[in-house]
């Protein structure tokens, strides 16, 4: 077997939690909210655009749970921008950098990183291409 990608990740949020994770991965990191179907009463989640190959399926729940330590710690992005101008999006879209790192290991090799914690708890990491 040889894998090329990861297609998706699925991550619950709060039943009403939708609106909040439209404005934080829409509106403040930029990716592209596909919600057509979800409004539509179609399926039960709905994605958050991170490349053309890549999604997030968020699944709102009455059923959810906030992430601890012990059961989930982040997803890794990577970014075409730089580490500084990634910053200083977050910074102009009022999104605090939990923490930055010079040069963390991920599947691409050595880059630098920022990460930030989303509405319901979930950490996300943007990494620099390496």
């Known amino acids: 077997m040889q894998a090329t990608h990861i297609d998706h990740v699925n991550l619950r949020v ?16 930029g990716f592209g909210i596909e919600d057509g179907p979800y409004e539509a009463g179609e399926k039960p989640f709905f994605d958050v655009r991170l490349a053309p190959a890549a999604v997030l399926h968020l699944w709102p729940t009455e059923e959810f749970e906030p992430p ?19 910053e200083a999006e977050l910074d102009a879209a009022g999104v605090e950098v939990e923490k930055s790192l010079d040069a963390p290991l991920g599947a691409t090799g050595e880059a630098p990183a920022v990460y930030v914690r989303d509405p319901f708890g979930y950490r996300v990491e943007l990494k620099a291409r390496a």
């Open 68 to 86: 601890t330590a012990t059961n989930y710690n982040h997803v890794a992005v990577v970014v075409e921008e730089s580490i500084e101008a990634v």
């Open 14 to 29: 709060p039943a009403d939690g939708a609106d909040d994770a439209r404005d934080f991965y829409g509106e403040r990191l």
